[in-house]
Every structure is written in structure tokens, then in C-alpha cells.
């Protein structure tokens, strides 16, 4: 009978024993599952917005590169046309994504608000001299694109950004500025429809 009880004992301490072996290998299992799960979803959430961003970073440059292009095209008319150049006309002309553009300017070499695609009240005749685009191109004869910080617009009330570019005369010295105005709401919506 202590031979049979003896027997007996072992297999129970063999299957316990093998059991919790099993049982084991079935939590480490499970653990590293979670762990290789968990680093499977932080990579692929680095990656997806790895790809926001450079999509993001695109549609930026792109929505500068359409600001620069209708500067370039307002600058050539306003050569051809003087002061006398219908900026609403201009744009339509070229079909300017308007959801994009909050307003164009044009102002002469006092910071004077020459035209604007926006109809403004009577009388309205806001100055921009003291403002950085307009500084900066007074201030540097070569022709380059200036991107201001975000600023409160003297024509539609909000924050914009002002995309600029330098007009000059025909003897190439400063002949005022011309400027566009895109809210950052522009970049934040496109993320936003993004996610």
C-alpha cells in the first residue's frame, strides 16, 4: 500500500508539476503576444503619422506654391496695369481657389493700400508701412517670397498669414508690395479632414 500511495503521489506531483509548466509556457506566450502586439501598434501609429506629416508638409508647400504663384501673377499684372490693376477680376481671370486665399493686396511704396480683391467700406484706407512684410521688402532689394508670422489682418479682422512679394519700378527700386493672406486655419482643417 506505501508502494501504491508512493506511485500514486509522484504521477499527481508529475501531472502538477507538468501543469504548471504548461500553464507557463501559456503566460509567457501570452506575455510576449502582448508585448509583440503593443509594439506592432506603436509602429504602425508612428507610421501612419509619419505619413500625416509628409502629407501635411506637402499640402503646405503646395498652398505655397499656389500663394507664390498668383504674387507672381498680381506682380505681372500690376506691371502691365499700374495702380489701376482689378484684382478681382485678375483672380477669377486665373480661377484662384478662393477657400484657400483670404485676400490680396496691393500697396505702393508709402505701406498706402493701392487695391484688394475685397470690397472694403468708404472711406477704408488702411496703412501697412509698419508691418514686417512690408519692412522686409523695403529693406531688401532682392526678390524673394516672405512669409510673416501669424498676424491680425487690417482688412478682414482675423489672424492670417501674410505671403508677400516686392513690386518694383521700371529702374528696379521699390514700388510697394504685394501681399496674400491665408488664415492657419487653411492647414489645421486639411489635418484635421486628414485624421
Given at each position: 500500500?506505501?508502494?501504491?500511495?508512493?506511485?500514486?503521489?509522484?504521477?499527481?506531483?508529475?501531472?502538477?508539476?507538468?501543469?504548471?509548466?504548461?500553464?507557463?509556457?501559456?503566460?509567457?506566450?501570452?506575455?510576449?503576444?502582448?508585448?509583440?502586439?503593443?509594439?506592432?501598434?506603436?509602429?504602425?501609429?508612428?507610421?501612419?503619422?509619419?505619413?500625416?506629416?509628409?502629407?501635411?508638409?506637402?499640402?503646405?508647400?503646395?498652398?505655397?506654391?499656389?500663394?507664390?504663384?498668383?504674387?507672381?501673377?498680381?506682380?505681372?499684372?500690376?506691371?502691365?496695369?499700374?495702380?489701376?490693376?482689378?484684382l478681382p477680376k485678375v483672380l477669377a481671370?486665373?480661377?484662384?481657389?478662393?477657400?484657400?486665399?483670404?485676400?490680396?493686396?496691393?500697396?505702393?511704396?508709402?505701406?498706402?493700400?493701392?487695391?484688394?480683391?475685397?470690397?472694403?467700406?468708404?472711406?477704408?484706407?488702411?496703412?501697412?508701412?509698419?508691418?514686417?512684410?512690408?519692412?522686409?521688402?523695403?529693406?531688401?532689394?532682392?526678390?524673394?517670397?516672405?512669409?510673416?508670422?501669424?498676424?491680425?489682418?487690417?482688412?478682414?479682422?482675423?489672424?492670417?498669414?501674410?505671403?508677400?512679394?516686392?513690386?518694383t519700378d521700371a529702374?528696379?527700386?521699390?514700388?510697394?508690395?504685394?501681399?496674400?493672406?491665408?488664415?492657419?486655419?487653411?492647414?489645421?482643417?486639411?489635418?484635421?479632414?486628414?485624421?
Amino acid at each position: 500500500m506505501n508502494t501504491l500511495h508512493t506511485k500514486s503521489t509522484r504521477i499527481i506531483l508529475s501531472v502538477a508539476g507538468l501543469s504548471l509548466f504548461v500553464l507557463a509556457l501559456i503566460w509567457i506566450s501570452y506575455f510576449r503576444q502582448t508585448s509583440f502586439d503593443r509594439k506592432e501598434a506603436i509602429r504602425l501609429g508612428i507610421e501612419k503619422n509619419s505619413n500625416l506629416a509628409v502629407a501635411l508638409e506637402q499640402y503646405a508647400i503646395s498652398t505655397l506654391r499656389h500663394a507664390d504663384a498668383i504674387l507672381q501673377l498680381v506682380r505681372l499684372e500690376y506691371a502691365r496695369e499700374g495702380s489701376g490693376v482689378d484684382l478681382p477680376k485678375v483672380l477669377a481671370a486665373a480661377h484662384v481657389n478662393g477657400g484657400i486665399i483670404a485676400d490680396v493686396t496691393l500697396l505702393d511704396r508709402q505701406g498706402r493700400l493701392v487695391a484688394s480683391n475685397i470690397s472694403l467700406p468708404k472711406g477704408m484706407s488702411p496703412e501697412f508701412s509698419d508691418r514686417s512684410y512690408f519692412q522686409f521688402h523695403l529693406q531688401h532689394p532682392q526678390d524673394s517670397l516672405y512669409i510673416s508670422k501669424p498676424l491680425v489682418s487690417r482688412i478682414i479682422g482675423k489672424t492670417v498669414l501674410s505671403i508677400s512679394r516686392r513690386l518694383t519700378d521700371a529702374q528696379g527700386r521699390f514700388d510697394g508690395v504685394v501681399a496674400l493672406q491665408i488664415e492657419p486655419s487653411t492647414f489645421t482643417s486639411f489635418y484635421a479632414e486628414a485624421r
